[in-house]
């Protein structure tokens, strides 16, 4: 089966850091994805990961460890605009299908 | 700016009733993904067309069925709407099946099924 775990609700402070976790047990792994999802909107592509190791893209970075089967999104210096939910999802193949599967996303509360 | 556009944006339907929804893909972008989005869940993939053919599905009944046009434009179809395909319809295109291919979200139809 495929199966992506992330914690549900996260709470962070203004200018502080946080770190989301994702843990995946899929089949046919071709990269994992981090998106941003704000209240009634469309995702938005974050980051993408598909060697072990740590993606860097200004206030956000991505790291990748295939053999442990787990992910993490850093926010740096948070804006309240950052408060929005977060999705990890994993690309599998099968077949002739690329698909993403996803998490059940992580709600992020930016106070002040 | 992705430039998958999708419609409706909202629509209210009765359980029983058909609905259509719309999702034209970003120029040059020849793979189309449905997703089915539950309050408070993740996407769920539903199937994925490629140059016009529907090359994988996801753990969907025959009701959800789908189009692709050859200008990569493409239709879901739901027959027998039900009140738990209460959801946000979520279209994605990419450029390929290739293995740095991106998928760009449309911005979603908001089905309602009461």
């Known amino acids: 089966g495929q199966n992506i775990d992330q914690p549900t609700e996260m709470t962070a402070t203004e200018g502080a850091i946080v770190q989301i976790n994702c843990t995946y047990q899929t089949s046919g792994f071709n990269g994992l994805f981090w998106y941003q999802q704000h209240a009634g909107e469309a995702p938005t592509f974050l980051s993408y990961n598909v060697l072990d190791g740590l993606e860097e893209k200004g206030r956000f970075s991505s790291f990748l460890s295939r053999s442990k089967g787990y992910s993490y999104l850093l926010l740096k210096e948070l804006q309240m605009k950052d408060s929005a939910s977060y999705l990890c999802?994993?690309?599998?193949?099968?077949?002739?299908?690329?698909?993403?599967?996803f998490g059940t996303g992580t709600l992020l509360a930016v106070q002040p | 700016e992705t430039g998958v556009t999708q419609s409706p944006t909202h629509l209210i339907k009765t359980r029983g009733q058909q609905v259509t929804l719309r999702c034209s893909s970003q120029s040059g972008h020849n793979t189309v993904s449905w997703y089915q989005q539950a309050l408070g869940q993740g996407p769920q993939f539903i199937f994925q067309?490629?140059?016009?053919?529907?090359?994988g599905r996801g753990n969907f009944p025959p009701r959800f069925s789908g189009l692709q046009f050859p200008n990569y434009s493409s239709e879901l179809n739901v027959n027998a709407l039900e009140l738990d395909d209460s959801a946000l319809y979520l279209c994605?295109?990419?450029?390929?099946?290739?293995?740095?291919?991106?998928?760009?979200f449309g911005q979603g139809t908001r089905l309602t099924v009461v």
């Open positions: 999802a994993v690309r599998v193949y099968g077949g002739a299908t690329n698909k993403l599967i």
């Open positions: 067309y490629y140059r016009e053919e529907e090359n």
């Open positions: 994605a295109s990419s450029p390929g099946q290739g293995e740095n291919t991106e998928a760009f």
